[in-house]
């Protein structure tokens, strides 16, 4: 990954959120929060498809923190199926302005994978709860985990991307989740939930997303 790693602990109700800190060697320009997918299968925030989106996010000036849930690594407490979840990445929302002043007001990009992507998608809900006057430039839900957790409604311009033959979340529930709301779906030709001999193609995704959004 083209960036400086850090380190970095916010707090969460349960305790330390620990979260690994990537910077651009452009000028930052803003910020990205990306969340990893399901704690209790292997899901941290090394896995690589986050770590993809994160580069994407880098590559575009954008600091990246990429945190491990509770009970993944050092992040303290236990798996709460989402809404602790939920809460504590509200918490490193509200408490991410008070260690990065400079970034106050600077694009803010949220995405998530798997079950990241529904907690992704419940921060953008609820965003003003942690900084009232926060705008999300960019929300990226990757494999988004409709079928079995609480997935938020989410704005038409949101990019959502799914495997054609993802074996873990069916397409078909993709669509329809996304139909009522007219959001587009991205669909990846032969791609699996994991995104095996995709990751190029994904990466180039986000990136013409971003180029999109934070393009004044």
Known sequence: MTSRPQTISFQGKQG?????????????????LVLHPHPLFGGARDNKVVTTVS??????????????????????????????????????????????PDLAGAPFVLSGF???????????ARRHEAVPDLEVSALMLIGTAVERF??????????????????????AGVFDWAR???????VVPGATHFFHGKLVLLKQLVQAHLHGKLTP
Request: hydrophobic share 45%.
């Open 180 to 186: 009522p709301q007219e959001v587009p779906v991205v």
């Open 114 to 124: 798997s079950f990241g992507s529904a907690v992704a998608s419940q921060v953008f």
């Open 55 to 100: 580069r994407a996010c880098v590559q575009a000036g954008l600091l990246t923190v990429r945190p491990d849930f509770r009970g993944v690594g050092k992040s303290a407490g236990t798996f709460d199926h989402g809404k602790g979840e939920t809460d504590d990445m509200l918490a490193l929302v509200a408490q991410f302005g008070e260690q990065f």
């Open 150 to 171: 609480s997935v938020a409604s989410v704005p038409s311009d949101t990019l959502v991307v799914h495997g054609e033959q993802d074996e873990t979340v069916a397409l």
């Open 16 to 32: 330390t959120i620990d979260c690994a800190l990537d910077w651009p060697q452009a000028p930052v320009r803003g910020w990205a």
